[in-house]
């Protein structure tokens, strides 16, 4: 344990460089953003956590602490050398708070504002029964495993729309907080998708927060000051300190979901948390990182039981494409990456995948490389696909999806790379449905200068 918390804090420096920037408030592109998100899951958790959090790693070895070290190490170098390979002044999606900051203003008619307060009151009908992933809702968990592949395609897809409808209400908020109007539509909206959210994972509501502060970065980043720092550090530490033990503590409450009342269910089960707060929080914190460190065992367990006999040399990536097509185009397609992710671990369970896990199963130290070859490649086929709507629709707002779909991207750091290249179709979609949004006249671009224009993609890293 003292040996990975010592390595731990070398694998600190290459996000000084992303600390910099944020000091300087200059901007953030999509592999800073990958790289705190890692560094976080990969180093911040293995620093803090004590030994009760390291026992569910299993056996440490001196060697294999190491083996992660270098494997993680060479990652990170690779995003921080991507990351300056990124031109200050790029204005493609991949260039995060810059191409946010240039964004023109956007206007949204009536009805597609009453459809983003629609939208969230569904999903928490709909949505949230189905989706929430709070493990005592026994009854939901099972409901979703025997649902049909029909079903899942179709619940998968609202999620989808779902979060393209809050990337509008977000952006238009905080373009209006400097001529400080406000529209009461939109922050009703905002205020049921955060309500959503509280029903969801805690990944799903930090996810929420982040890309808002990421948006806020974007726009307003001369209204950041020193006291609006210690706001959002007191923010985080409830966030982390109380609300996410208490989350823990919900996880397991015996009060029955009832899939019929699903609020009320919800209301219950969050007044048990409350009541059991006190007795349980300590033991709920550790639970907090003892599930935070999933990421980081699942690589340890894999670098620990591998030999060179096992490398497989693209087959594990392969088997996520195949299960990534839709079954009507491949309907003979395999079960994908995770069973055989979790034999490498010698487990049996359900474990933290991640692309960083995938690519070392598969080309062992090189996969430190590829990973971030990977990330590449996804961005420029949804570029590619953007470009393409646009030349179809004309200038619309999927530039705006392209860059939210790559923060959330680089943020969900525990996401199969099956799930990732299916996103893709979902993601397709979306953009058809963007294009006919606006050629309905919802929502419409106010102004267009030249240096708004996205650029050819073989511009983007120089």
Known sequence: MILIKFLSIILLLPSISVIRKLVQKADLNFFDLLLVFNTLFFVIIPLKSNQIVFNAIGRLSTNTSIFVFFYLMFFFLASLIASNLIANDNNSPINVTHFIKKYPRIKISLLYKIFLIVLPIFSIIYYIPQMSLISAFEEIQQESSNASYEQSSMIKFFSTIFRFGLIVPMVLFFQNIKQ???????????LLFLLNYLMLSRRELLEFFLFGAIVFYSINRELISKKLIVYGLVFGAFLYFIYFPFYNIIRTSPIEFKISQPITSIQKIYDYGLNKFS?????????TDTRAINLYKAIY???????????SWGEITLSAIDHAIPRIVNPNKGLGSEITLQDRQNVDYDSADSVLLLALADYSIL????????????????????????????????????????????YA?????DAILAKTIAFTLIILLIGVIHK???????????????????????
């Not at 750091?413 to 790379?417: M, R, V, Y």
């Open 413 to 417: 750091t525990e996401q199969k790379l």
């Open 279 to 287: 007795k349980d929080n300590d033991n709920a914190s550790d639970l």
């Open 367 to 410: 996969g430190s490389l590829i990973t971030v070859i990977f990330y590449i490649l996804i961005y420029r086929l949804w570029f590619f696909i953007s470009r393409t709507s646009e030349s179809l629709f004309g200038k619309t707002i999927v530039s705006l999806y392209v860059v939210y779909s790559i923060f959330s991207l680089a």
């Open 180 to 190: 400080k109007k406000y529209d009461i539509f939109i922050i009703i909206s905002l």
């Open 301 to 311: 367990r894999v670098a620990l039981h591998d030999s060179d006999d096992d490398i």
């Open 440 to 462: 309905l006249k919802f929502i419409e671009i106010l102004s267009i200068s030249s240096d708004t224009e996205t650029k050819n993609l073989g511009n983007t890293i120089k």
